[in-house]
């Protein structure tokens, strides 16, 4: 059974910087999308960055690239999220999410079947 496990999260200021971490287990990840996903307060959950676990292919939502960087240590199975430059709109519960697909689905959360619990990033000053 799939398990994923989020870490990392907290308050920081405007400008900061954060990095989140997912812990895998539970299956061998070889051919799974490995993603972020977000869901700010009162809205809906959305994409934020994938990356592929066999190869560095990565995608990235418009609102976080070049802000944002996933990448992952297939030793550890661990997934990370780099966080930089950090805004007020940023502030969401961050979930990590599993799936077999990779192309223009995986930004819906529709496309993944596996999901950590989610962890609280707050940027305020």
């Known amino acids: 059974q799939v398990q994923l496990v989020e870490s990392g999260g907290g308050l920081v200021q405007p400008g900061g910087s954060l990095r989140l971490s997912c812990a895998a287990s539970?299956?061998?990840?070889?051919?799974?999308?490995m993603a972020w996903f977000r869901q700010p307060p009162g809205k809906g959950r959305e994409f934020s960055a994938a990356?592929?676990?066999?190869?560095?292919?990565?995608h990235y939502a418009d609102a976080v690239k070049g802000r944002f960087t996933i990448f992952r240590d297939l030793a550890k199975n661990m997934v990370y999220l780099q966080m930089n430059s950090l805004k007020p709109d940023d502030t969401a519960v961050y979930f990590c999410?599993?799936?077999?697909?990779?192309?223009?689905?995986?930004?819906?959360?529709?496309?993944?079947?596996?999901w950590g619990q989610g962890t609280q990033v707050t940027v305020s000053s």
């Open positions: 999410a599993a799936t077999t697909l990779w192309g223009p689905m995986i930004g819906s959360t529709d496309s993944y079947a596996h």
């Open positions: 539970g299956r061998t990840f070889g051919t799974y999308t």
């Open positions: 990356i592929k676990w066999s190869s560095p292919d990565t």
